[in-house]
């Protein structure tokens, strides 16, 4: 019988205990003392880098940041060599939605159906998430988990990424609708002939009348004194008084076109384009238009036979040059887990031409301005969150994101997640 009973618990300490290498860190307590920096290399996220400067903080609120003469406290910490970033912002993501891709289960950023206008995104955000910490260990402290699919997704809003759960991770609760205009031709690949065949969508015009239609009766339903509960209308219609905004993805220059015109014809003013490749031909007309841009998919392959191969690489820098302002997000390759490689994406476009502060600023500044948190979030200065990152080099490349400390709201996150600890293991296991 003891020797049972110690099987028994020999089994239970060994499920717990790997069960506890699986929890992700703990959300960190909130601030409770002045921490002073000093002699960093600040990337204020505005296109200004200060050089062996101070930034300090208090009650997860920056209280003071660039060159002071100041007598040193025990508690202050030398951050000679080291650079500062503001925290980088991840729009347009599944993160929190979506765990394993391959398995149905974890799948929640995806509804049936093409008018999904009520579906909320921040209830099902799951901030136990194993791939989060791997997103903030490369600097991303803030993202959009955003519904996917149809013709109208739903509801995004804006998290931070140190949470017990959704209500305390909430920065933005509900901030954005998100449409998918239809294109008048559909592309797929015919594996027959090996060649890409263009045809027409002949539920193009069905398609964006159920667009029309919602946003109609929305506008309309704001007049009327009626009680009546309509989930999709009342999701909506804020669009018209409010600064909830519309995003409007648009992936050829006619949908560009057509959605911009009906959007502003029907009085929305908030608008958001999330483009490709194809915003190239009409980049004059998406700067007359004022409308923020996000550039998707910034590692994709050209989409036709005559394209410039840097094309997927080139289209952020040709609109952030015509004036537009741009930011980007990554919402290719392996889902919600290639998020982490958004540093690295802005990198690229150094690569190509653009300053590597600008660069930056399209993963921090006008993100956060597109997504209408540039008040608390996205550049360093005095009476901002503390929300950053401390690196030992270049935070857009990969030999230079090399994290020591970050920071959200003035909470010291732990960075100690499972990849790290599997590290440690094998290195200690071989010697390395």
Request: proline share 3%; charged share 20%.
């Given at each position: 019988?003891?020797?049972?009973?110690?099987?028994?618990?020999?089994?239970?300490?060994?499920?717990?205990?790997?069960?506890?290498?699986?929890?992700?860190?703990?959300?960190?307590?909130?601030?409770k003392d002045s921490v002073v920096y000093h002699n960093a290399t600040i990337h204020i996220g505005n296109g200004q880098v200060l050089e062996n400067?101070?930034?300090?903080?208090?009650?997860?609120?920056?209280?003071?940041?660039?060159?002071?003469?100041?007598?040193?406290?025990?508690?202050?910490?030398?951050?000679?060599?080291?650079?500062?970033?503001?925290?980088?912002i991840l729009p347009l993501t599944s993160l929190g939605l979506t765990e394993i891709a391959?398995?149905?289960?974890?799948?929640?950023?995806?509804?049936?159906?093409?008018?999904?206008?009520?579906?909320?995104?921040i209830i099902a955000y799951n901030t136990d998430s194993e791939i989060i910490p791997t997103l903030r260990y490369n600097g991303v402290l803030l993202a959009q988990p955003t519904p996917q699919?149809?013709?109208?997704?739903?509801?995004?809003?804006?998290?931070?990424?140190?949470?017990?759960?959704?209500?305390?991770?909430?920065?933005?609760?509900?901030?954005?609708?998100?449409?998918?205009?239809?294109?008048?031709?559909?592309?797929?690949?015919?594996?027959?002939?090996?060649?890409?065949?263009?045809?027409?969508?002949?539920?193009?015009?069905?398609?964006?009348?159920v667009i029309k239609s919602l946003f109609e009766d929305a506008k309309a339903s704001i007049h009327k004194q009626n009680n009546k509960v309509n989930l999709k209308?009342?999701?909506?219609?804020?669009?018209?008084?409010?600064?909830?905004r519309v995003y409007i993805n648009a992936r050829s220059p006619k949908a560009i076109i057509a959605s911009i015109n009906y959007f502003q014809s029907i009085g929305v003013k908030n608008l958001v384009l999330v483009v490709g490749q194809d915003a190239e031909?009409?980049?004059?007309?998406?700067?007359?238009?004022?409308?923020?841009?996000?550039?998707?998919s910034i590692h994709k392959l050209p989409k036709r036979n005559d394209s410039s191969v840097d094309d997927g690489y080139?289209?952020?820098i040709k609109l952030h040059n015509a004036g537009v302002m741009t930011a980007i997000a990554y919402t290719g390759g392996m889902g919600a887990m290639s998020g982490?490689?958004?540093?690295?994406?802005?990198?690229?476009?150094?690569?190509?031409?653009?300053?590597?502060?600008?660069?930056?600023?399209?993963?921090?500044?006008?993100?956060a301005k597109i997504l209408g948190i540039d008040k608390n979030y996205g550049t360093l200065e005095v009476g901002k969150s503390a929300t950053f990152f401390i690196t030992q080099g270049d935070a857009l490349d990969m030999s230079g994101n090399v994290l020591s400390d970050a920071y959200i709201d003035g909470r010291k996150l732990k960075l100690n997640a499972r990849q790290q600890e599997l590290n440690q293991r094998f290195l200690k296991k071989y010697d390395l």
């Open positions: 019988m003891k020797n049972t009973i110690k099987t028994l618990a020999s089994i239970l300490l060994l499920t717990f205990s790997t069960m506890s290498m699986a929890l992700t860190p703990v959300p960190a307590d909130a601030q400067a101070t930034i300090a903080f208090d009650k997860g609120k920056i209280t003071r940041i660039g060159h002071f003469r100041m007598a040193w406290q025990k508690t202050d910490i030398d951050l000679k060599g080291k650079h500062v970033y503001p925290g980088l391959a398995v149905k289960a974890t799948r929640d950023a995806r509804e049936t159906g093409q008018n999904n206008a009520n579906v909320r995104s699919g149809g013709l109208v997704s739903g509801l995004s809003s804006i998290v931070q990424l140190d949470a017990w759960n959704w209500q305390d991770a909430t920065v933005v609760t509900d901030d954005a609708v998100h449409v998918n205009w239809p294109n008048a031709m559909r592309s797929s690949y015919d594996f027959a002939s090996s060649k890409v065949v263009t045809k027409k969508n002949k539920s193009y015009k069905k398609q964006v009348n209308l009342d999701a909506v219609s804020p669009v018209f008084s409010t600064s909830r031909p009409v980049i004059g007309f998406i700067k007359q238009s004022g409308i923020p841009v996000l550039v998707s080139t289209i952020a982490r490689n958004l540093a690295f994406t802005a990198g690229t476009l150094v690569s190509y031409g653009l300053k590597k502060e600008q660069a930056l600023q399209m993963i921090t500044s006008n993100t």
